[in-house]
Nanobody, 126 residues
Framework: QLQLVESGGGLVQAGDSLRLSCAAF????????MAWFRQAPGKEREFVAG????????DYSNFVKGRFIIARDNAEHTVILQMSSLKPEDTGVYYC???????????????????WGQGTEVIVSA
């Protein structure tokens, strides 16, 4: 079992930076592939960034490449999403997801992630 708790969301202006954190509770975290997804109002949940279980295999969606960085700390059981140069279109609820299959790769398919947090809301004003 794995429990995920996101934090760090808020209201910022375009061009600002924000750091999201996902705290994981459970023994399987060091072996879990982690990802951030987001869901804008009226839209489906979409892949933002992911990182492999052994801290390699990072992947980013095209709309955040060069602006967002994902990182993990297995000792602290956390996953960070550092967001820079935020745009109004980055607005949404950001969710942390986990794939616990052994050596699972990062996937943009939300259906492959079995564990989710409750989400943290990010609002970027123009």
């Amino acid at each position: 079992q794995l429990q995920l708790v996101e934090s760090g969301g808020g209201l910022v202006q375009a061009g600002d930076s924000l750091r999201l954190s996902c705290a994981a509770f459970g023994l399987t975290f060091p072996y879990s592939t982690m990802a951030w997804f987001r869901q804008a109002p009226g839209k489906e949940r979409e892949f933002v960034a992911g990182i492999g279980w052994n801290d390699d295999g990072e992947d980013y969606s095209n709309f955040v490449k060069g602006r967002f960085i994902i990182a993990r700390d297995n000792a602290e059981h956390t996953v960070i999403l550092q967001m820079s140069s935020l745009k109004p279109e980055d607005t949404g609820v950001y969710y942390c997801g986990a794939r616990t299959q052994l050596k699972a790769i990062v996937s943009p398919d939300r259906g492959t992630y079995g564990y989710w947090g409750q989400g943290t809301e990010v609002i970027v004003s123009a």
